[in-house]
């Protein structure tokens, strides 16, 4: 018999750990159990980053958006945006299958009708509904099947123009007024008099004398009976001074003088029109076409948006075939005088870039292939954006830049890839949502790049990838459906389905829907890998323009299932037009700024955590929630 001792445990104590913001951003292919990195010293990134952006400092919650228009009746869905910039003349379009409307300046965001308190539509004598129409006004061009646009601004004999393909449609020249047709022979003008009947867009107008016809596109009036028409298609001419013009629809009027040259018209091979291109480019002041579903691209004169096009084959580049599914100028730091050396990319569907260089393919002096290179299969033909002289192109391998793929060998390029960090995520999306429809944009004035994949055939909910162009850190956005985008005066605004046309990262609501932001930073074992965590309590320190109600919570063990999202903040509506108290409420740029740090209890138990943050913003004014860092208590439990 001896006796022993009783210890009693010892009473754990309470250890604090912090964790700065996740400026790294989203993170998806660190090694679990290393989250800094085998070094310790990696930045902090997240497991996930919704609706926040990625800052060199700090990550913010990401704004709204705000409805800019709805194109149509809102039964298609908007396809393409594009813009013309010349001097003080910028105008914004948007387009759908259908239709392309002017959207520069829209009064209304949406279509409504005026009804009675109960419900009654409020008509006139002759069944017409009072209302209004978002878009119904604004078409500048219409009776499309196919609204994948591909869109380039060029100069030409003095003048800027807009040149669009789609590949299913006749394209379309924009000479900054009006949209034209963009076929062979072009656009003539033919003036009138003596007006008898107003003629018809749409009609044919044909000379009594010369048997000529020609398709009316436009029709200007110069003063009374007197006017000009624009025509296109015209045969059998030319018309003759003084004879009569009638068309289909009873118009009538005397020619004044023949028709003549308005625009030039475009002429590929027998049998070819501007219907079958599918994409336009520019390089050394050349238009280049994308032949679609072949590997033919066709390029124009210098400074000329018409004439006869040449064909330049490339079935004998492309190894592994496909078709030819875009094309960029790209400029490399290699001139022989030391400057950016400007080349011609061909990139086919089966992941091939081929780059020339010289003059045009018929200037045999200067014109040469310098290499055929490996880049995965391209997401799209407006999956690439642009920076300075480089393209970076989303393929199924990841984004990536041309400037490395010509450096290294397919199977090394995911590693060399500026979306690396989210290499995961990014192949899961591919196998998932297709290898077909992605968009990208470059937002220079908010430093950054967005991709939109499809939402793929399981319908799967959309997604936004987002990187921060200056620090290449990545995030996701919800909730934006995004089918296309364009920078147009600043600001980024994208299509969806249903025709939104919306003004991005604007206000503090998704078009009056709360949208919840959602942050869990790598997971971390808080150098104790073998024992057990216990959370006690937990803030983060954010800055925001109100006092924000967020939910903040244990993740154990890898889990990245977070709680249901909090209710919306509730903001003051001092600042929002409308509700201000005029002498007392302030301007948004000159709210306060509000620390946010209060401590919240936590529960649940892992070998491996992190501190999960959310908060939901549903006003109109922006939250603008910053996350400063993080911090929270636990306890550890004994080894056994």
Same mark, same amino acid.
């Given at each position: 018999?001896?006796?022993?001792?009783?210890?009693?445990?010892?009473?754990?104590?309470?250890?604090?750990?912090?964790?700065?913001?996740?400026?790294?951003?989203?993170?998806?292919?660190?090694?679990?159990?290393?989250?800094?990195?085998?070094?310790?010293?990696?930045?902090?990134?997240?497991?996930?980053?919704?609706?926040?952006?990625?800052?060199?400092?700090?990550?913010?919650?990401?704004?709204?958006?705000?409805?800019?228009?709805?194109?149509? #009746?809102?039964?298609?869905?908007?396809?393409?945006?594009?813009?013309?910039?010349?001097?003080?003349?910028?105008?914004?379009?948007?387009?759908?299958?259908?239709?392309?409307?002017?959207?520069?300046?829209? +009064?209304?965001?949406? @279509? *409504?009708?005026?009804?009675? +308190? @109960?419900?009654?539509?409020?008509?006139?004598?002759?069944?017409?509904?009072?209302?209004?129409?978002?878009?119904?006004?604004?078409?500048?061009?219409?009776?499309?099947?196919?609204?994948?646009?591909?869109?380039?601004?060029?100069?030409?004999?003095?003048?800027?123009?807009?040149?669009?393909? #789609?590949?299913?449609?006749?394209?379309?020249?924009?000479?900054?007024?009006?949209?034209?047709?963009?076929?062979?022979?072009?656009?003539?003008?033919?003036? /009138?008099? %003596?007006?008898?009947?107003?003629?018809?867009?749409? +009609?044919?107008?044909?000379?009594?004398?010369?048997?000529?016809?020609?398709?009316?596109?436009?029709?200007?009036?110069?003063?009374?009976?007197?006017?000009?028409? /624009?025509?296109?298609?015209?045969?059998?001419?030319?018309?003759?001074?003084? &004879?009569?013009?009638?068309?289909?629809?009873?118009?009538?009027?005397?020619?004044?003088?023949?028709?003549?040259?308005?625009?030039?018209?475009? &002429?590929?091979?027998?049998?070819?029109?501007?219907?079958?291109?599918?994409?336009?480019?520019?390089?050394?002041?050349?238009?280049?076409?994308?032949?679609? @579903?072949?590997?033919?691209?066709?390029?124009?004169?210098?400074?000329?948006?018409?004439?006869?096009?040449?064909?330049?084959?490339?079935?004998?580049?492309?190894?592994?075939?496909? =078709?030819?599914?875009?094309?960029?100028?790209?400029?490399?730091?290699?001139?022989?005088?030391?400057?950016?050396?400007?080349?011609?990319?061909?990139?086919?569907?089966?992941?091939?870039? *081929?780059?020339?260089?010289?003059?045009?393919?018929?200037?045999?002096?200067?014109?040469?292939?310098?290499?055929?290179?490996?880049?995965?299969?391209?997401?799209?033909?407006?999956?690439?954006?642009?920076?300075?002289?480089?393209?970076?192109?989303?393929?199924?391998?990841?984004?990536?830049?041309?400037?490395?793929?010509?450096?290294? %060998?397919?199977? !090394?390029?995911?590693? !060399?890839?500026?979306?690396?960090?989210?290499?995961?995520?990014?192949?899961? !999306?591919?196998?998932?949502?297709?290898? &077909?429809?992605?968009?990208? &944009?470059?937002?220079?004035?908010?430093?950054? !790049?967005?991709?939109?994949?499809?939402?793929?055939? $399981?319908?799967?909910?959309?997604?936004?990838?987002?990187? #921060?162009? +200056?620090?290449?850190?990545?995030?996701?956005?919800?909730?934006?459906?995004?089918?296309?985008?364009?920078?147009?005066?600043?600001?980024?605004?994208?299509?969806?389905?249903?025709?939104?046309?919306?003004?991005?990262?604007?206000?503090?609501?998704?078009?009056?829907?709360?949208?919840?932001?959602?942050?869990?930073?790598?997971?971390?074992?808080?150098? $104790?890998?073998?024992?057990?965590?216990?959370?006690?309590?937990?803030?983060?320190?954010?800055?925001?323009?109100?006092?924000?109600?967020?939910?903040?919570?244990?993740?154990?063990?890898?889990?990245?299932?977070?709680?249901?999202?909090?209710?919306?903040?509730?903001?003051?509506?001092?600042?929002?037009?409308?509700?201000?108290?005029?002498?007392?409420?302030?301007?948004?740029?000159?709210?306060?700024?509000?620390?946010?740090?209060?401590?919240?209890?936590?529960?649940?138990?892992?070998?491996?955590?992190?501190?999960?943050?959310?908060?939901?913003?549903? =006003?109109?004014?922006?939250?603008?929630?910053?996350?400063?860092?993080?911090?929270?208590?636990?306890?550890?439990?004994?080894?056994?």
């Amino acid at each position: 018999m001896y006796g022993r001792t009783l210890q009693r445990p010892k009473q754990r104590k309470s250890q604090i750990k912090k964790l700065p913001a996740p400026t790294a951003g989203w993170i998806s292919n660190r090694a679990l159990a290393v989250p800094n990195g085998p070094d310790g010293k990696a930045p902090q990134g997240a497991a996930v980053l919704d609706n926040f952006i990625p800052r060199a400092t700090s990550v913010i919650l990401r704004r709204g958006k705000r409805r800019h228009c709805t194109l149509g #009746n809102g039964s298609e869905d908007a396809t393409a945006l594009f813009s013309y910039k010349d001097g003080q003349n910028r105008k914004l379009f948007g387009a759908t299958e259908t239709t392309i409307y002017d959207i520069t300046d829209v +009064e209304f965001a949406t @279509d *409504a009708e005026i009804s009675t +308190e @109960d419900g009654d539509l409020i008509e006139d004598g002759n069944g017409n509904v009072f209302g209004w129409s978002s878009t119904q006004f604004l078409s500048v061009m219409g009776a499309f099947t196919g609204g994948d646009w591909s869109v380039v601004q060029f100069a030409a004999s003095g003048a800027i123009f807009l040149v669009g393909v #789609n590949g299913k449609d006749t394209g379309f020249i924009y000479d900054g007024a009006v949209f034209y047709p963009y076929v062979a022979g072009g656009i003539q003008i033919l003036a /009138y008099d %003596d007006e008898v009947e107003p003629f018809t867009i749409g +009609e044919t107008v044909t000379g009594g004398t010369s048997g000529a016809t020609g398709i009316v596109w436009q029709i200007e009036e110069t003063g009374s009976g007197e006017g000009i028409l /624009y025509i296109y298609g015209v045969e059998n001419g030319p018309f003759v001074d003084d &004879e009569t013009l009638t068309d289909g629809d009873d118009g009538e009027a005397t020619a004044n003088g023949a028709e003549a040259d308005y625009l030039p018209g475009i &002429e590929f091979g027998t049998g070819i029109t501007s219907a079958d291109m599918s994409f336009v480019w520019v390089y050394k002041n050349r238009l280049y076409f994308v032949q679609k @579903d072949t590997l033919d691209a066709w390029y124009l004169e210098v400074d000329s948006v018409g004439g006869a096009a040449t064909k330049f084959p490339m079935s004998g580049i492309f190894g592994l075939g496909g =078709s030819l599914l875009f094309g960029q100028r790209w400029s490399l730091s290699s001139g022989g005088d030391g400057g950016l050396s400007e080349q011609n990319a061909f990139v086919s569907t089966e992941g091939e870039v *081929a780059i020339f260089q010289g003059l045009s393919p018929e200037d045999t002096t200067t014109w040469g292939q310098v290499g055929l290179y490996r880049v995965g299969r391209p997401l799209g033909k407006n999956a690439f954006i642009r920076g300075a002289g480089d393209i970076a192109i989303a393929t199924s391998v990841g984004l990536v830049p041309l400037s490395k793929a010509i450096e290294l %060998d397919l199977t !090394a390029l995911t590693a !060399a890839s500026i979306s690396y960090p989210v290499a995961d995520a990014w192949g899961n !999306a591919v196998e998932q949502r297709g290898l &077909e429809a992605w968009h990208g &944009e470059v937002w220079p004035e908010q430093k950054i !790049a967005a991709f939109s994949p499809p939402t793929g055939g $399981a319908g799967l909910p959309p997604v936004l990838f987002v990187a #921060n162009t +200056e620090t290449g850190a990545w995030s996701r956005f919800t909730g934006w459906d995004v089918r296309c985008m364009e920078v147009f005066e600043g600001r980024l605004l994208f299509g969806e389905p249903g025709g939104g046309v919306f003004i991005a990262n604007e206000t503090g609501s998704d078009d009056g829907v709360p949208y919840t932001g959602a942050v869990i930073p790598l997971f971390d074992d808080f150098g $104790a890998p073998g024992a057990r965590k216990i959370p006690k309590v937990g803030r983060y320190v954010t800055r925001a323009s109100a006092m924000v109600a967020p939910r903040i919570s244990w993740q154990g063990d890898y889990s990245e299932t977070l709680p249901a999202a909090p209710n919306a903040t509730e903001l003051m509506g001092g600042s929002v037009w409308g509700q201000g108290i005029w002498g007392q409420s302030q301007w948004v740029e000159s709210l306060p700024r509000f620390i946010n740090d209060g401590w919240k209890s936590l529960g649940g138990t892992g070998y491996y955590g992190s501190l999960a943050y959310q908060v939901t913003s549903g =006003s109109a004014q922006p939250l603008d929630d910053e996350i400063i860092s993080a911090e929270l208590t636990y306890e550890v439990t004994e080894l056994l």
